[in-house]
């Protein structure tokens, strides 16, 4: 199904404000500070940018990614496997304006049977915006699929030629949860995928400490010159790039690293870690890193319950106990707009189930603060950055937003 829906909204806002912060917990036991040198972090609201009831005009439903063309155009992508494009992210105003196109359709190839499975990220070529990257489930075999599609013009975001696929890399699943999902190019031209453990409870084929596999890890590829022969190439300082495990690999010991992005301003990666019942966790991603899991969930062991040996393993920035309804970390961005000047620099992240946002502050090898920013009320699935820096909220039922002061 094709096709263009205009939208013409009154203001339609969602405020949001949080007063302290719940339950949070960071090994070894030490209470935020705030930065002496840094403005204090304060509330957020919610400016809506696309109702899901607009979207659902064109069959688009729960958003899971969101990436920004250099020509301004907005590209989202719905977990059944549906992807539009947006004209413009600025939040609606009374009698502004935006376009939604629906410009690619692979509902067929995707299976979005688990909770957990469908089209789950989405990320656009560096070097080449007529590339758009996808990250999608796919069944018999059940597998995860990650594909390059080319994209209209900068002027013309019209329907793109589903025929156009190149199947980059394929992954065997052997469960519907912990897929992983994301996709990020890095400062570095390589593209990043997230992958999760394969599923079930407590990873029981052991993946998250197997390096003979490429689950339960962020891999590192290049796809600069992907042909069908060849669809990608190792990056030659790629941890494992002359053995001792998979040489796609750059981080492991994770159990579903959902959501992680770089700091456009250090290039540090950060994740956020989905937990098993006890812990979510915040890591800032290194090379050749080991995040503990299954050893570990967060700072606490895991297998076995108790005595666990440590070493070796990165522990996590920050983590949060699955209480008060916590469910799901959703990892987000460093903000670096500027609409916000006391967020600059701030790792901004969310839960799921809570549907709230908090931001956290790092210097110098530590929180130095952390905050509720917003209590939303929403099922945050992803967060978004455009080109300018400034971050968005995409939410399964209610549609996209844009954090404002």
Same mark, same amino acid.
């Given at each position: ?15 949001? =404000? ?21 403005? +204090? ?66 509902? #067929? ?28 489930? =796919? =069944? ?8 390059r599609f080319s994209i209209p013009g900068p002027d013309s975001p019209a329907a793109a030629d589903p025929n156009s696929e190149l199947v ?20 570095d031209g390589y593209l990043y995928i997230g992958l999760g453990d394969g599923g079930s409870a407590g990873d029981p084929q052991g993946n ?24 990608? +190439? ?14 796609e690999i750059w981080a492991y010991g994770l159990r579903n690293p959902w959501r992680f992005s770089f700091d456009r301003e250090t290039g #540090? ?9 006890? $812990? ?37 920035? $920050? ?87």
């Open positions: 199904m094709g096709g263009i829906v205009t939208i013409l909204l009154a203001v339609f806002a969602a405020l949001v =404000a949080g007063c302290g912060s719940p339950s949070l917990t960071q090994l070894p036991a030490t209470a935020p500070l705030s930065a002496p040198s840094e403005p +204090t972090l304060e509330t957020l609201r919610l400016e809506s940018v696309v109702s899901a009831a607009i979207l659902g005009l064109m069959e688009f439903e729960d958003p899971t990614n969101f990436a920004q063309a250099p020509d301004r155009w907005v590209y989202v992508s719905g977990q059944p496997g549906l992807i539009v494009a947006i004209s413009d992210p600025a939040p609606q105003k009374e009698g502004k304006t935006h376009s939604v196109y629906e410009i690619l359709d692979i509902r #067929e190839q995707v299976s979005d049977r688990g909770w957990e499975e469908g089209l789950l990220g989405l990320a656009i070529d560096p070097y080449d915006a007529a590339y758009l990257y996808l990250y999608y489930s =796919a =069944a018999n075999p059940r597998r995860s699929v990650v594909s980059i890399l394929e992954v065997p699943q052997p469960y519907a949860n912990h897929n992983g999902g994301q996709l990020a190019f890095g400062p998250g400490q197997d390096t003979s596999t490429l689950l339960g890890t962020i891999l590192r590829i290049d796809v600069s010159e992907a042909t069908k022969e060849q669809t990608y +190439t190792i990056p030659p300082d790629n941890p494992f790039a002359d053995g001792g495990g998979r040489p #540090e990666l950060w994740a956020g870690d989905v937990g098993q019942n006890r $812990w979510e966790e915040i890591d800032i991603i290194e090379r050749g890193g080991n995040y503990g899991w299954n050893a570990m969930e967060g700072n606490h062991c895991f297998r076995p319950p108790s005595g666990c040996e440590s070493e070796g393993f990165i522990p996590p920035v $920050w983590e949060y106990p699955l209480e008060d309804e916590a469910c799901s970390v959703i990892g987000g961005y460093v903000y670096r707009g500027a609409a916000i000047p006391w967020l600059i620099g701030v790792y901004v992240y969310g839960d799921f189930c809570t549907g709230q946002v908090f931001g956290l502050r790092y210097a110098d090898g530590e929180v130095v603060e952390h905050k509720l920013l917003a209590d939303t009320g929403l099922r945050i699935a992803s967060f978004g950055q455009d080109n300018d820096g400034e971050l968005y909220v995409l939410s399964q039922g209610e549609g996209i937003f844009r954090l404002v002061k």
